[in-house]
Nanobody
Framework: QVQLVESGGGLVQAGGSLRLSCAAS????????MGWFRRAPGKEREFVAA????????YYADAVKGRFTISRDNAKNTVFLQMNSLKPEDTAVYYC?????????????WGQGTQVTVSS
């Protein structure tokens, strides 16, 4: 079992930045490919970013490419999502995930989510 706890969400004006953190714990948590999803109001959950298999690459949704950056501190078992140039359409609950990236990303564990609200 892997436990994931997100933090860092909040309210920010359009054009601003936020950094989300995800602390991972549990058996073999460090062996998973980490990622982020989000769910906007009235919409389905969507992929945001993830590491490739064994951190061979980083993958982003087109909507966030060039603005968001996923990173990882392996010593602290923590994953980050740096979000710059935020837009109102980035408003969503953001979820940290632990999974496997093959030809696409397959999350196996989910955090509880953290709210990000971007005002115009």
């Amino acid at each position: 079992q892997v436990q994931l706890v997100e933090s860092g969400g909040g309210l920010v004006q359009a054009g601003g930045s936020l950094r989300l953190s995800c602390a991972a714990s549990g058996r073999t948590s460090s062996s998973y490919d980490m990622g982020w999803f989000r769910r906007a109001p009235g919409k389905e959950r969507e992929f945001v970013a993830a590491f490739g298999y064994r951190e061979t690459g980083r993958y982003y949704a087109d909507a966030v490419k060039g603005r968001f950056t996923i990173s990882r501190d392996n010593a602290k078992n923590t994953v980050f999502l740096q979000m710059n140039s935020l837009k109102p359409e980035d408003t969503a609950v953001y979820y940290c995930t632990a999974g496997v990236y093959t030809t696409s990303y397959h999350p196996a564990y989910w955090g509880q989510g953290t709210q990000v609200t971007v005002s115009s």
